[in-house]
């Protein structure tokens, strides 16, 4: 099946650094791939819609400049989190559904655990 | 928002017996999909049943829908030890194709 990775897995930063994330789709091209965030013992809630090539579309309550997303590319889309706080600490997945793939299809990478100092 | 809500929220049985567990959500949706999640790790997608069906197998695994209701089953029948995992339903958005997830029912499989 279609393979989706993150990278880094972990990550343990300080308050105020910036942390990306990567997204990648392995063996496939994704034009849509959605950003979620999990905290602990709860559900994943959907930040962010981002399309290759355009601008992201953020949920309601999700901060646009301190969670930048970028698609540049078909296999690619990245989640920087600017000036990181202890609250920003979460489980972040992404999703990816690929082009002319059924519309009901998302593949979910295995999620990047964010600890901020 | 979240849309589904799955019930129970924990769930504790011995290796052998049957898990069932149940979501409901508000608005209408285009099909409804269970995912699975060890702790600490990523989705894994176990079925995928669409509003025109009623009841779906795959495997020791049985997913019912009732569009009526706004309500989904998953049975896991003879379950296993390494059945435990946290089990979510997802519904597809009316803005796109991103999911709502329910909050999850928590399935601990003692052997």
């Known amino acids: 099946g279609a393979v989706v990775s993150q990278h880094p897995s972990r990550v343990i930063c300080k308050s105020g650094t910036s942390v990306k994330i990567e997204c990648r789709s392995l063996d496939f091209q994704a034009t849509t791939m959605f950003w979620y965030r999990q905290f602990p013992k709860k559900s994943l809630m959907l930040m962010a819609t981002s399309n290759e090539g355009s601008k992201a579309t953020y949920e309601q309550g999700v901060e646009k400049d301190k969670f930048l997303i970028n698609h540049a590319s078909l296999t690619l889309s990245t989640l920087t989190v600017t000036s990181a706080h202890p609250e920003d600490s979460s489980f972040y997945i992404c999703?990816?559904?690929?082009?002319?793939?059924?519309?009901?299809?998302?593949?979910f990478g295995p999620g990047t655990r964010l600890t901020v100092l | 928002s979240q849309q589904g809500e799955e019930d129970p929220q924990a769930l504790s049985i011995q290796e052998g017996e049957n898990a069932t567990m149940n979501c409901s959500y508000k608005?209408?949706?285009?099909?409804l999909q269970w995912y699975r999640q060890n702790s600490g790790r990523g989705l894994v997608h176990l079925i995928l049943?669409?509003?025109?069906?009623r009841e779906k197998h795959s495997g020791r695994l049985r997913v019912t829908l009732d569009t009526s209701k706004k309500s989904s089953s998953l049975l896991i029948t003879a379950s296993r030890a390494a059945d435990t995992a946290s089990y979510f339903c997802a519904t597809d958005s009316n803005s796109g194709y991103a999911l709502n997830f329910g909050k999850g029912t928590s399935l601990l499989v003692t052997p």
């Open positions: 608005t209408s949706i285009n099909n």
């Open positions: 049943i669409r509003s025109n069906e």
């Open positions: 999703s990816a559904r690929s082009r002319g793939g059924s519309v009901d299809t998302q593949y």
